[in-house]
């Protein structure tokens, strides 16, 4: 917790953001430069080695190569409150149709092999430039807060593996054990806007692999095959009544396949084929009975169709319920109000999507607050409504937020987060004034 000062928050917080104007369009064009050349998970190699150098470059000590990309800059300040501030590198292979004129044209040979278009599809490089300009802004304000600050840079949040990599790779063996976690996503809510949810804000993600085995013969004597096409079509529909007749209605469950591929050719049945399907759920024991229910149906059509053999279900990845610390949030957000007014905070249902940020936090027993900031014009959101459209949004190929003042909010938040986590130094008293 932060300890009482005699000083008010805008005293403290008024000087630290007094020079982000003039740092501004440093950090502009760093943004642009990260948007135009966007890196895949795991591969964020010059988005890590360019963070290093900034971090470097304000005093920070700096750890490179923590679960092969992440980046960790610590600052230690004297005593007080351990607080990591987190920010997401990775993009996503989606081809950029935003037509900004900083859009990525760039490809990357994925971890697979496979070149792909790549872009900045879900604002992970608005996150990484607001944690650099917070993280300069605090370095050199250093006489406004006491304790430790750690700013980390984490890879492959998109495929949940990047903060569980960086734990296991000894993250906390490297750095102090946070006393509390701090992060923010981009959305696609008005500009100047930060919402939250209390409690459970984004759901679990479970993502399978399923393998269908049947028997494969030429299209003109199916009788000789055991069709797996067949078999997963029948198990695709199935598994779309699991939340509609297994699941309590109004529970916030998600049953989805993505993709679904066999054979190659229209006149040959294949010997198998591949279903990729996730889960996302907010209560342990549903999503328990919907992973369960998804075995169950698909061993089930096995053997509905004569398959000897029954199918393989391989895990992907899995992003776990990330929980809000009421006190964290509850505290954070009465800085914000005061900072920002207390009209521009919003408290909006759970988050059907995932994100693998509070990994950070249960690794070590802290608390974590994980806020949303606003990236879409006013203007814009009220002409898509009149229109009867939906914005475009995270992981479209035309989600762009404006770059102003999404990024000098986005600096913000993170600051008066910051500081209102940190130890803050007490106001020297005033001399005493002569008697008249």
Same mark, same amino acid.
């Given at each position: 917790?932060?300890?009482?000062?005699?000083?008010?928050?805008?005293?403290?917080?008024?000087?630290?953001?007094?020079?982000?104007?003039?740092?501004?369009?440093?950090?502009?064009?760093?943004?642009?430069?990260?948007?135009?050349?966007?890196?895949?998970?795991?591969?964020?190699?010059?988005?890590?080695?360019?963070?290093?150098?900034?971090?470097?470059?304000?005093?920070?000590?700096?750890?490179?190569?923590?679960?092969?990309?992440?980046?960790?800059?610590?600052?230690?300040?004297?005593?007080?409150?351990?607080?990591?501030?987190?920010?997401?590198?990775?993009?996503?292979?989606?081809?950029?149709?935003?037509?900004?004129?900083?859009?990525?044209?760039?490809?990357?040979?994925?971890?697979?092999?496979?070149?792909?278009?790549?872009?900045?599809?879900?604002?992970?490089?608005?996150?990484?430039?607001?944690?650099?300009?917070?993280?300069?802004?605090?370095?050199?304000?250093?006489?406004?807060?006491?304790?430790?600050?750690?700013?980390?840079?984490?890879?492959?949040?998109?495929?949940?593996?990047?903060?569980?990599?960086?734990?296991?790779?000894?993250?906390?063996?490297?750095?102090?054990?946070?006393?509390?976690?701090?992060?923010?996503?981009?959305?696609?809510?008005?500009?100047?806007?930060?919402?939250?949810?209390?409690?459970?804000?984004?759901?679990?993600?479970?993502?399978?692999?399923?393998?269908?085995?049947?028997?494969?013969?030429?299209?003109?004597?199916?009788?000789?095959?055991?069709?797996?096409?067949?078999?997963?079509?029948?198990?695709?529909?199935?598994?779309?009544?699991?939340?509609?007749?297994?699941?309590?209605?109004?529970?916030?469950?998600?049953?989805?396949?993505?993709?679904?591929?066999?054979?190659?050719?229209?006149?040959?049945? +294949?010997?198998?084929?591949?279903?990729?399907?996730?889960?996302?759920?907010?209560?342990?024991?549903?999503?328990?009975?919907?992973?369960?229910?998804?075995?169950?149906?698909?061993?089930?059509?096995?053997?509905?169709?004569?398959?000897?053999?029954?199918?393989?279900?391989?895990?992907?990845?899995?992003?776990?319920?990330?929980?809000?610390?009421?006190?964290?949030?509850?505290?954070?957000?009465?800085?914000?109000?005061?900072?920002?007014?207390?009209?521009?905070?919003?408290?909006?249902?759970?988050?059907?999507?995932?994100?693998?940020?509070?990994?950070?936090?249960?690794?070590?027993?802290?608390?974590?607050?994980?806020?949303?900031?606003?990236?879409?014009?006013?203007?814009?959101?009220?002409?898509?409504?009149?229109?009867?459209?939906?914005?475009?949004?995270?992981?479209? +190929?035309?989600?762009?937020?404006?770059?102003?003042?999404?990024?000098?909010?986005?600096?913000?938040?993170?600051?008066?987060?910051?500081?209102?986590?940190?130890?803050?130094?007490?106001?020297?008293?005033?001399?005493?004034?002569?008697?008249?």
């Amino acid at each position: 917790m932060a300890a009482t000062s005699m000083a008010t928050r805008a005293d403290v917080v008024s000087p630290v953001l007094a020079p982000l104007d003039a740092q501004m369009p440093d950090l502009e064009s760093f943004y642009e430069n990260l948007h135009r050349h966007p890196e895949l998970g795991f591969l964020e190699h010059h988005t890590a080695a360019a963070v290093a150098t900034c971090l470097g470059d304000d005093g920070y000590q700096v750890q490179t190569g923590i679960g092969r990309t992440g980046v960790v800059g610590v600052l230690r300040n004297g005593d007080g409150p351990v607080v990591l501030l987190r920010a997401d590198m990775d993009a996503l292979p989606v081809k950029e149709e935003t037509g900004l004129s900083y859009a990525s044209t760039d490809t990357q040979t994925d971890l697979d092999g496979n070149a792909v278009p790549v872009m900045h599809a879900c604002g992970h490089d608005v996150h990484v430039t607001c944690l650099l300009g917070a993280a300069r802004l605090l370095a050199a304000a250093q006489d406004a807060w006491s304790g430790t600050l750690i700013v980390l840079f984490q890879p492959n949040e998109e495929e949940g593996g990047g903060a569980v990599g960086m734990v296991d790779d000894g993250l906390y063996d490297k750095v102090p054990k946070p006393d509390v976690v701090l992060a923010q996503h981009v959305a696609p809510f008005p500009v100047g806007t930060i919402s939250f949810h209390r409690g459970a804000a984004m759901a679990a993600a479970d993502r399978f692999a399923v393998t269908f085995h049947g028997r494969g013969a030429h299209g003109s004597e199916p009788e000789t095959a055991i069709d797996p096409v067949l078999m997963a079509a029948a198990t695709v529909q199935r598994w779309q009544g699991i939340v509609a007749r297994e699941v309590t209605p109004g529970t916030q469950t998600v049953v989805t396949v993505g993709s679904i591929h066999g054979g190659d050719v229209p006149n040959a049945i +294949p010997d198998q084929v591949v279903a990729q399907l996730e889960v996302r759920s907010f209560d342990k024991d549903v999503r328990a009975h919907v992973i369960g229910a998804i075995k169950r149906i698909a061993r089930a059509e096995a053997v509905a169709s004569g398959a000897g053999q029954e199918p393989d279900v391989r895990v992907l990845n899995t992003f776990p319920v990330l929980v809000n610390t009421d006190a964290i949030l509850t505290g954070v957000n009465r800085a914000f109000g005061e900072h920002f007014g207390s009209e521009h905070l919003a408290e909006i249902p759970p988050v059907m999507g995932s994100e693998d940020a509070g990994v950070l936090a249960t690794a070590v027993g802290a608390p974590i607050y994980y806020w949303f900031i606003g990236g879409n014009d006013p203007a814009f959101l009220q002409e898509c409504k009149d229109k009867g459209v939906l914005p475009p949004s995270n992981h479209s +190929p035309h989600f762009a937020p404006v770059k102003q003042p999404t990024l000098t909010n986005g600096v913000q938040t993170l600051v008066v987060a910051a500081l209102d986590r940190l130890s803050q130094p007490k106001a020297t008293p005033a001399a005493p004034t002569g008697s008249h």
